[in-house]
């Protein structure tokens, strides 16, 4: 079976993530063949691929003739297709406060809470704007779309534009409290206000005011 693509560079390569994903892995030729295309074009887009971190290569050798690449989803090649993770950390949440009460609740949050303050606090060093600087990055590769902007009177305004924990956040304030609290430990500081939150609100992001500690 032919499998017809066009010619977006785009649909292509997402053609080769959906081949890789129902064969597990495939050479150039295979790929090649399968596309309709040349091995030439297929290497550029496995090299786009795989400067992503979604695809990774490992040679084969055969029997007779020389070994050949074979490629293969990465663990972020697979986390790009769709998962439905949001809905079941909630229906997890869901049965535990079931069981167990919302004290509990508040306890896993407050647990994860720790979590991250333990990992992060040896990263997030340095002058207040080093800090902001730092935290702003940690959310963003942890997937928050984060925006900072100093603002005239020394603050800053911190603003994400998504929430990987969206609907969780919706159903449980706690986790917005959370990170609140997390953000004062990592910051050093107790002036930070949450302006907006896309869990209790329409609003395109949650908004905080960052503000240094006052020096005594």
Not at 40 to 47: F, G, T, Y
Not at 62 to 76: F, W
Request: net charge negative; with cysteine.
């Amino acid at each position: 079976m032919v499998m017809v693509v066009n010619n977006n560079t785009n649909s292509t390569r997402q053609v080769i993530l959906v081949m890789l994903k129902k064969r597990q892995q495939l050479t150039v030729s295979e790929i090649a063949e399968q596309l309709e295309i040349t091995e030439m074009a297929v290497r550029r887009h496995l090299q786009g691929l795989e400067k992503e971190g979604l695809i990774e290569s490992r040679l084969e050798r055969q029997p007779m003739g020389r070994p050949t690449h074979k490629y293969s989803l990465t663990l972020k090649g697979e986390e790009s297709f769709p998962r439905n993770y949001g809905n079941l950390s909630l229906e997890f949440l869901q049965d535990l406060e079931q069981l167990s009460g919302t004290v509990m609740i508040e306890k896993l949050f407050e647990q994860r809470r720790e979590r991250l303050l333990d990992k992060y606090s040896t990263a997030v060093t340095g002058s207040f704007e080093e800090r902001v600087e730092t935290l702003a990055r940690i959310q963003n590769e942890s997937g928050y779309m984060v925006e900072v902007e100093k603002q005239d009177d020394g603050t800053y305004r911190f603003v994400e534009y998504n929430c990987p924990i969206a609907q969780v956040a919706t159903a449980y304030p706690v986790a917005c409290t959370c990170e609140q609290k997390l953000f004062k430990s990592l910051l050093d500081t107790d002036e930070i206000e949450r302006e907006e939150c896309m869990a209790k609100m329409d609003t395109a992001g949650c908004v905080y005011v960052l503000k240094e500690k006052s020096k005594k």
